[in-house]
C-alpha cells in the first residue's frame, strides 16, 4: 500500500475555508464533512488532517503530520511559546492576511509604542509580544487572555491590547484604535527537517510544484495585443514583469504583429493606457489561472 501524505489544516474558519480553495485550485479532490478530523484526497495518496489552528505546528514537529497549513501568527506564537519545535516555513501563501496590531482607547494616553512602558497588554499572543517588546526596549506587563481580548481596556484589565486585526472594525466598535504593527500575517506551509521517504518526497514535490504555480498565477495576466512593428521594443519594456513576449506576424498587415506575453505584476489601467499610447490596439488582459515553469 502506497504511503498518504499528512497535511495538517486548520478545521474551521477563513484560512480554512482559502486553505481548501487553494488545495482544490491545485488539483486535490477531497471533501471536508461535518466534524470529521480525516479528509481523503481522491485522486492523489494525501490525507488531510483537520484540527485547530494552534495544534497544527506541534502535529508536524511530532511527526503527526508531515506538513501544515497555518496562519503564521499560530506558527510564531508556538515556535516562540515552545522553543524546542523544530520547524520552518516553507512557503509564504499569500492569502489569509491579517496584522497583529497593538491597540489602545482612541484619543487616550497611550498613542505610541513608547506610551506602553509600565503599562498592561492583553494578549492571545504572549510569545510574540513579549519578543517584540523586549526588541525594542520597553517593559511592559502582558495580560494572556484566551478570547475577546478588546474587552480588556473597557473592563481595566489592560491599558491596551495586541490582537489581530484584518477590518479594523471590531477595535472601532470597542473605541479602540491600532497604533503599532507587531506582525504582517499571512498563510504558510509548515515544515520539519526530518527526512521523508522516497515515496512520500515525490509526493510531496508534486504538490509543490502545483502550490508555487497557484502563487505565480494569482497575479499574473495574459496580455494580448497588436502593435506597430516599429513599437514592439518599446511596449515589450512596458509590459509589468513579463518574460519576452511572444510575437506573431499578422496575415492582414504587414507593418502590425500579434504580441502575447505572461505579465507576474499588476496590470494596472496606467499600464493599459501606456501601451495604448506607444501604439498598441485592440489589448485584452486574461486571468491565469494555473501555471507551471
Known sequence: MSERLRIAVQKKGRLADDSFTMLKTCGLNFSVRGDGLLA???NLPIDLLLVRDDDIPNFVASGASDFGLVGENVFAEEV????QLNLKVLRRLGFSRCNLCLAADEGGLIQTLNDL?????ATSYPGILT???KKNNIVADCVEMKGAVELAPRI?????ICDLVSSGATLEANGLVAFDTVLESEAVLIGSNRELGAEKQEIFER????IDGVIRSKDSKYIMLNAPRAQIDAISK?????DAPTIIPLATDDNLVAMQAVCTENVFWETLEALKDNGARSILVLPIEKMMA
Do not use: M
Open 207 to 210: 504538490l509543490l510544484s502545483r
Open 238 to 242: 512596458i509590459l509589468p514583469g513579463s
Open 80 to 83: 516562540l511559546s515552545a522553543k
Open 156 to 160: 481595566h484589565i489592560a491599558d491596551a
Open 117 to 121: 512602558k509600565n503599562k498592561k497588554i
Open 40 to 42: 481523503r484526497v481522491k
Open 131 to 133: 519578543a517584540y517588546l
